[in-house]
């Protein structure tokens, strides 16, 4: 049985992604996709006027929606996809999370993850609790801390 975070014990270093700048595409598509036309994210002009801000900030849920990419480019997940033929990861939840910091538009996010503790489950199944901060580029405070569960479900669970 193959599961990418086997290896690794409470505590260990996952890994850091690479930077990915939030764009304001990224932000209107995200508003789209979720029929959420809030004008602090979507309308640059509303929010140089009316957000304490004086621009527009990511969607707090896009900002979470970024872990699994984040988490895919991290140091020793970066081959996950490539093992789908022995399991597949699924989101299970988070234990907590908070959105610390927003994501002002053209800012870059990056991913630091942990493991946090590991245990098994029904039908061979491995729930991981992963400690996952995202960092803004420049700034000392992050946008999110969470602790996201992921079940691994291998192949012959299926």
Sequence with gaps: ???PLANLAPGDEIGVSHWVEITQDMINQFGASTLDPDPMHI?????RIHSPFKDTIAFGFLTTSLLTHLLYGATKTQNIREHTKFGYPLNYGFDRMRLVSPV???AKVRGRFWLNDRRQVKG???VNCLHCVMEIEGEEKPALIADWLSMWVPAEAQ
């Design 1 to 3: 049985m193959y599961d």
């Design 43 to 47: 309308d640059p002009e509303w929010s």
């Design 104 to 106: 002002r538009v053209g």
């Design 124 to 126: 061979g199944r491995t």
